[in-house]
């Protein structure tokens, strides 16, 4: 697994597999969001599959898929409720980590959260959200 901590309490990674949940417990995350569709590449993970082992290695479990039509206000809004829902550290994962970076950073700057903030939490876990920063300035009433 390849995390990259956003803040206490998000951190985001490529995909991983249902064998990594008991680590993952183990390192303290309480939830797993999954914001790849199925099918989205030849052997990666099915959610159903993601969630059975989330369940059994004690994480909560939430499917946000985001495909390449990009993201809705809904999928932002599930993404803010999933992590305010968690009591604890999270782990976000797509095929890259890039996809879950940006719907954090989206759902955060809709709460209100600064977007200079965010831009600069997700550039220390190496993605580049300076694309997003218009929105982010919309979202969070700051544009």
Known sequence: MHLRRIDDSISVSPQIAPQDMAALAAQGFVAVINNRPDDEEPGQPGSAEMHAAATAAGLGYTAIPITHAGFSHPQIDAMAQALAAADGPVLAYCRSGTRSCNLWALAAAKGGGDPAELTAKGEAAGYDLSG?????????GRG
């Open 132 to 140: 997003l920063r218009p929105l982010l300035d919309a979202l969070s």
